[in-house]
């Protein structure tokens, strides 16, 4: 059963960075497509970025130009930059159908 474990997540000012990581077990996300959700308070959850196994990655409209994911080390990555308020959300990571428990990412002043 693949796990799969989020981290990075906290509080930021409007305008401020925070990096996500995502890691799996089985090492398996060079091998399959990584995919980072997020779900704001009281809404559903949204896809916002996903990366395949041969680096073709793609965004959300609402995240293009802020938001990289990336993959490096069997690690997937989300740098978000130029946060917003409206980026509040647990993120969550999804490879081969598995979550993580997601990290919380709360922008505000």
């Known amino acids: 059963q693949v796990r799969v474990v989020e981290s990075g997540g906290g509080l930021v000012q409007p305008g401020g960075s925070l990096r996500l990581s995502c890691g799996a077990s089985e090492n398996i996300l060079g091998i399959y497509t990584t995919t980072w959700y997020r779900q704001p308070p009281g809404k559903q959850r949204q896809l916002v970025a996903f990366?395949?196994?041969?680096?073709y990655t793609d965004y959300a409209p609402f995240v293009k130009g802020r938001f990289t994911i990336s993959r490096e080390d069997a690690m997937v990555y989300l740098q978000m930059n130029n946060l917003q308020p409206e980026d509040t959300a647990a993120y969550y990571c999804?490879?081969?159908?598995?979550w993580g428990q997601g990290t919380k990412v709360t922008v505000s002043s």
């Open positions: 990366i395949r196994p041969d680096g």
């Open positions: 999804n490879v081969l159908e598995a």
